[in-house]
Nanobody, 120 residues
Framework: QVQLVESGGGLVQAGGSLRLSCAAS????????MGWYRQAPGKQRELVAD???????NYADSVKGRFTISRDNAKNTVFLQMNDLKPEDTAVYYC??????????????WGPGTLVTVSL
């Protein structure tokens, strides 16, 4: 009914930058909020950043000042600009959204994830 697909992950050196994108598709009436989570091996999934339709943002302490979340509501897309990447940022990054469908159901789908690897 609603799908999220992440892109933009890859291998970078410490101090480098990546820009992740997440595009939502399907029977979408409204996306109230979108967010990025990440999960490293042996770790629990954690919130990285999220953003509401009104552009209010929230960041994990570990990424404040380095990452920026933004969205293009017309394209149902959310971005995560990641600067000054560190090895500890290595993880699979997942996109999440709170979606009102055209059938007026409320869904919270997840994307399949995109891998970010930061080397020294």
């Amino acid at each position: 009914q609603v799908q999220l697909v992440e892109s933009g992950g890859g291998l970078v050196q410490a101090g480098g930058s990546l820009r992740l994108s997440c595009a939502a598709s399907g029977s979408i009436f409204r996306i109230n909020a979108m967010g990025w989570y990440r999960q490293a091996p042996g770790k629990q999934r954690e919130l990285v950043a999220d953003i509401t339709t009104g552009s209010s943002t929230n960041y994990a302490d570990s990424v404040k000042g380095r990452f920026t979340i933004s969205r293009d509501n017309a394209k149902n897309t959310v971005f995560l600009q990641m600067n000054d990447l560190k090895p500890e940022d290595t993880a699979v990054y997942y996109c999440n959204a709170r979606v009102v469908t055209t059938f007026l159901a409320v869904l919270e789908p997840w994307g399949p994830g995109t891998l970010v690897t930061v080397s020294l």
